[in-house]
């Protein structure tokens, strides 16, 4: 089972989160966590969140997601782009682009599916 990690920094260099795809199955499962500016960033604490976050998204009932949101309709398209939208900060989107065209380039996800979510993120409609 083949793991992709990457840290998410802030503007100086510190640790704030983690971003993490995972192999499961024929799939690609895709997370993060972020600290907060009062947090302490944890290794561990970060992985489990990302981890546990990917398997959430994964599986999401995104309409469910979108109302828990509140992203306005004419903001977004598809149901997957208001999950995607509604989920991952703004402050992070430009590294969670980055990585998920990362993962794509990985060999040892060769043939995986990407979550839907982040087919939208990278192939808007």
């Given at each position: 089972?083949?793991?992709?990690?990457?840290?998410?920094?802030?503007?100086?260099?510190?640790?704030?989160?983690?971003?993490?795809?995972?192999?499961?199955g024929d799939k690609i499962l895709v997370g993060f966590s972020?600290?907060?500016?009062?947090?302490?960033?944890?290794?561990?604490?970060?992985?489990?969140?990302?981890?546990?976050?990917?398997?959430?998204?994964?599986?999401?009932?995104?309409?469910?997601?979108?109302?828990?949101?509140?992203?306005p309709a004419e903001v977004v398209g598809t149901e997957n782009?208001?999950?995607?939208?509604?989920?991952?900060?703004?402050?992070?989107?430009?590294?969670?682009?980055?990585?998920?065209?990362?993962?794509?380039?990985?060999?040892?996800?060769?043939?995986?599916?990407?979550?839907?979510?982040?087919?939208?993120?990278?192939?808007?409609?």
């Amino acid at each position: 089972m083949s793991e992709l990690r990457q840290f998410i920094r802030t503007t100086r260099g510190a640790k704030k989160g983690i971003l993490v795809a995972k192999e499961e199955g024929d799939k690609i499962l895709v997370g993060f966590s972020l600290c907060s500016n009062d947090d302490v960033f944890d290794r561990e604490k970060g992985l489990e969140i990302a981890t546990g976050r990917a398997r959430r998204l994964h599986s999401a009932n995104y309409a469910q997601m979108f109302a828990d949101a509140r992203v306005p309709a004419e903001v977004v398209g598809t149901e997957n782009e208001k999950a995607f939208y509604g989920k991952i900060p703004h402050s992070i989107r430009g590294e969670v682009f980055a990585f998920l065209k990362r993962v794509e380039r990985v060999k040892a996800f060769e043939g995986k599916e990407l979550p839907a979510w982040a087919k939208t993120a990278l192939f808007p409609q």
